[in-house]
């Protein structure tokens, strides 16, 4: 349940990487430019949401683990 935002921002991200070269092809230079700046910001975003999560997890299993310990 967790990842559903990064699943979809991932989903968004590879959609953009398939439309890339269409748009490269035919908008000009500063709407492609701008392109890549946001499938480029995505992907960062993706990658910061991802990290983020396993280390909420991994702070979850070490706090669980130290309350059956007491």
Excluded: H, K
Excluded at 30 to 35: E, I, K, L
């Amino acid at each position: 349940m967790r990842f559903v935002r990064p699943g979809a921002l991932g989903v968004l991200a590879v959609v953009m990487a398939v439309f890339t070269p269409y748009v490269l092809r035919t908008e000009s230079v500063g709407r492609a430019v701008a392109w890549s700046i946001v499938l480029i910001g995505t992907v960062a975003f993706l990658t910061v949401l991802v990290r983020a999560e396993l280390l909420i997890r991994s702070l979850d299993r070490r706090t669980g683990s130290d309350a059956s310990e007491t």
